[in-house]
């Protein structure tokens, strides 16, 4: 147990991202909990429980509870520009689309594929913004000065 705390921290430390640091604690507190519990699982808890469809839960509410106020006032702009939160928006003059107005090729270098749910379409433009600008008021910003992020 010492030697999983000393290694928590010390990569945490390494990932100076506030973001990063926050999904990485939880994930491993998750891990850890679900690491220490006597119980044995029971597959139907996990398993059988019903879920919304991903398909009817809402993009802007997810990136909502993501973002701190300041971040998502940014993504609202930049995704009003782009497609209004449409996750059916197209670009008629290349292969962009979705919420994001991503390409196909941006698709390809994330290791994702194109969906038509907006969910899997605001985390591959959180995660494209995130790669090439850090945040969603840096990628704002761009947009201003380029019309384009």
């Not at 921290?9 to 999904?23: C, D, E, G, L």
């Not at 029971?42 to 398909?55: A, G, S, T």
Request: contains cysteine.
């Amino acid at each position: 147990m010492g030697q999983f705390n000393y290694q928590r921290r010390r990569f945490i430390k390494r990932n100076k991202n506030p973001w990063q640091r926050a999904v990485i604690a939880v994930l491993l507190a998750v891990f850890l909990q679900a690491s220490i519990t006597t119980e044995q699982a029971i597959p139907e808890q996990v398993i059988y429980k019903d879920r919304p469809p991903l398909l009817s839960v809402n993009a802007k509410e997810v990136a909502k509870e993501l973002l701190n106020k300041e971040q998502f006032v940014c993504l609202t702009k930049l995704v009003g520009k782009e497609s209004a939160w449409r996750a059916n928006a197209e670009n008629p003059t290349s292969s962009a689309s979705g919420i994001g107005q991503l390409l196909d090729s941006t698709y390809s270098r994330l290791g994702m594929q194109k969906s038509d749910s907006g969910v899997a379409q605001l985390v591959a433009t959180l995660s494209y913004i995130h790669r090439r600008w850090v945040t969603p008021c840096n990628a704002w910003k761009n947009w201003l000065k380029n019309g384009s992020y």
